[in-house]
C-alpha cells in the first residue's frame, strides 16, 4: 500500500514536471514570435548625406516620410536662413523634384515655388493610382551655402492628407480628406569657407499651366490658419529600426523555434515515460 502510494507520488511530480515544461516551451515560442500591428510614429524629415556644408557647393537636401500608413497628398512649408543659404530654383522655380516615394503612380506636384524665404511644395497622387504607404523621399531640392555658420532648415507648416476612393478605374472618386498625424524633423547644418555670391540661375522659364486635381484634393491643401509646427532635431534611435529583414527569414525564424519547443516537450514526455516505467517496475 505504501509502495503504491509513493508511485503514485512520483507519477504526480512526473506530470506536474511535464506541465511546466511544456508551458515554459510555449512562453518561449510566444517570445519570439514578432510583435505585428505595433503603432508606430510617422516622421516629415529633412535629410542631407552630410550635415558639414562648404560655401559655393552645391547640397541635395530631401524631404522624408517614415512610417506613414496612407498617403495620397503631401504639403510642405520649408523654412531657411537666406544669410545662410540660397535655394536652388529662387529664380528659375519648380524648386522641389518629386521624390521616388510616387513612383508607383503618377503625381503632380501642385504648388512648387520659393516666396519670402519659405519653400512652398505640394505633391499629390492622380487618380487612378492607390494610396500609398511606408517610407521615402518626397521630393528633393538644392541648397547652395553662401555664408559660414550654424543654421537650420525646418517644417514651419506642413500637412499630410489621405483619401477615401469609391468607384472603378478612371471613375474612381476621391472623398474624406483626412489629416495623417506625424512629427516633423528638423535639419542641423553647420557651414564652413568664406562667404560666397549666390549662384545666378537661368531666366525663370514660364509657370507650367495649372492641371486642374479635383475639389477633394483642393480641398486637402494646406490651410492657412494652421500654426507654426514645432520640429524636433531628429528622429528617436529606437523608431529608425533594423532594415526589414529577406522574405522568409521570419518564418524560418518562427519554424526554428517550433521546432526547438516540439524536442524539449517530446524529451520530457520520453523521460517522463522512462520514469513511470521503473516506477512500476518496481512496484
Excluded: C, H
Excluded at 486642374?212 to 491643401?221: K, L, T
Amino acid at each position: 500500500m505504501r509502495l503504491g502510494l509513493e508511485n503514485e507520488d512520483i507519477r504526480m511530480r512526473v506530470r506536474r514536471l511535464m506541465l511546466m515544461v511544456v508551458l515554459s516551451g510555449t512562453a518561449a515560442l510566444l517570445a519570439g514570435l514578432p510583435v505585428f500591428a505595433q503603432e508606430q510614429t510617422t516622421y516629415l524629415s529633412l535629410q542631407a548625406d552630410t550635415t558639414e556644408l562648404q560655401t559655393g557647393q552645391e547640397y541635395t537636401i530631401s524631404i522624408r516620410v517614415d512610417n506613414v500608413p496612407e498617403l495620397w497628398l503631401a504639403t510642405v512649408e520649408i523654412a531657411y536662413d537666406p544669410e545662410k543659404l540660397y535655394v536652388m530654383g529662387t529664380v528659375s522655380g519648380q524648386p522641389v523634384s518629386i521624390g521616388p516615394f510616387f513612383s508607383e503612380g503618377p503625381a503632380l506636384d501642385v504648388r512648387n515655388v520659393v516666396e519670402n524665404n519659405r519653400i512652398s511644395y505640394t505633391v499629390s497622387q492622380l487618380a487612378p493610382a492607390e494610396v500609398l504607404g511606408g517610407s521615402g523621399v518626397l521630393g528633393t531640392f538644392r541648397i547652395f551655402p553662401i555664408a559660414p555658420g550654424k543654421t537650420t532648415l525646418s517644417f514651419r507648416q506642413a500637412n499630410i492628407t489621405t483619401m477615401t476612393f469609391t468607384g472603378e478605374g478612371d471613375q474612381r472618386v476621391g472623398s474624406d480628406p483626412q489629416p495623417v498625424p506625424f512629427t516633423p524633423v528638423l535639419l542641423e547644418l553647420n557651414i564652413t569657407g568664406d562667404p560666397v555670391a549666390p549662384p545666378v540661375e537661368a531666366t525663370p522659364t514660364p509657370l507650367p499651366t495649372e492641371t486642374p486635381v479635383g475639389p477633394a484634393e483642393a480641398a486637402a491643401q494646406l490651410p492657412t490658419q494652421l500654426p507654426t509646427l514645432e520640429n524636433i532635431p531628429g528622429i528617436p534611435t529606437s523608431d529608425v529600426g533594423e532594415p526589414a529583414p529577406e522574405p522568409g527569414d521570419e518564418s524560418r525564424g518562427i519554424t526554428s523555434l517550433a521546432i526547438v519547443g516540439i524536442l524539449m516537450v517530446a524529451a520530457l514526455v520520453i523521460v517522463g515515460v522512462v520514469i513511470i516505467m521503473r516506477s512500476q517496475r518496481r512496484a
